[in-house]
């Protein structure tokens, strides 16, 4: 049974970034239908959703797996109604390695996770924002993208997405649907803050490129999908927006080997 709210997807919507920007939507009056692998912590998010006063369901699945996004998608407009806003937040995070030495097997799940994944998604609900001539899909993509990085799968994948993202633009604009990307920078999720106080990752040398003093929050991320999708973007579409704390134009500016003009 469909419901006469507008429906907002977002894969990977569990935790991090994808469950505020689940929380963002459900309090702007959207059903919400959370896709993620992570049962526990999805149907979670969903309970927390609803009892907050929103409409939210949990949908198993592994974006990796086209035909398991389909299903997910036959579901939620069979629950809920078709797709308005997509959001493919679904996504895995690597730690640094050499393409010489990289672990081909991880390097491939990366790629059918983060970049098929964002496909299978963007297929799937898109079809469903066809038939209704209107919807706005915001891809997960990232500052690094902008950068070579040694991340060998992360990086060009999400390169990859920030092409993606136009081409979509470009081919679902006729049917009144826009098509952007935001570009994170390290977004302080729980996952980020548990690596900064266990030791493996430094804080101190993650701001040092920066030019704000402080790192987005997963709330940050989520209001700037939050404003891509709204009206006041309605002539938006093909773009990475950059939520960054300024680490693009302070990278290079603050590793120049003259140093920065004041003193640190």
Known sequence: MTTTKAVAVITGGSTGIGAATAQLFASRGYAIAILDVNRERGEKTAAAISAAGGSARF?????????????AAASVEKDVGPAEILVTSAGLIPNTESVMEMD??????????????????????????????????????????????????????KLAVARLTQLLA????????RVNSVGPTYVMTETLQSRVDSGLRDLKKIM????????????????????????????????LLPVDSGWHAAVSYKTYAGGVPWKE
């Not at 949908?59 to 299903?71: E, H, L």
């Not at 470009?170 to 649907?177: A, F, S």
């Not at 490129?209 to 093909?238: Q, Y």
Request: proline share 6%.
């Open 59 to 71: 949908y198993a699945c592994d974006v990796a797996d086209a035909g398991a996004v389909d299903t």
């Open 104 to 157: 081909l097997e991880a390097h491939d799940r990366m790629w059918r996770v983060n970049y098929y994944g964002t496909i299978h998604a963007c297929r799937s609900f898109g079809r469903q924002m066809i038939a209704q001539k209107r919807g706005a899909i915001v891809t997960l993509g990232s500052i690094n993208s902008l950068a070579p990085m040694p991340l060998p799968a992360y990086n060009p994948g």
């Open 170 to 177: 470009v081919e679902l604009g006729r049917h009144g649907i």
């Open 208 to 239: 040092a490129v920066h030019a704000l003093d402080s790192l987005p929050m997963p709330e940050d991320i989520a209001l700037a999908i939050g404003f891509l999708c709204s009206a006041e973007a309605r002539t938006i579409t093909g773009i």
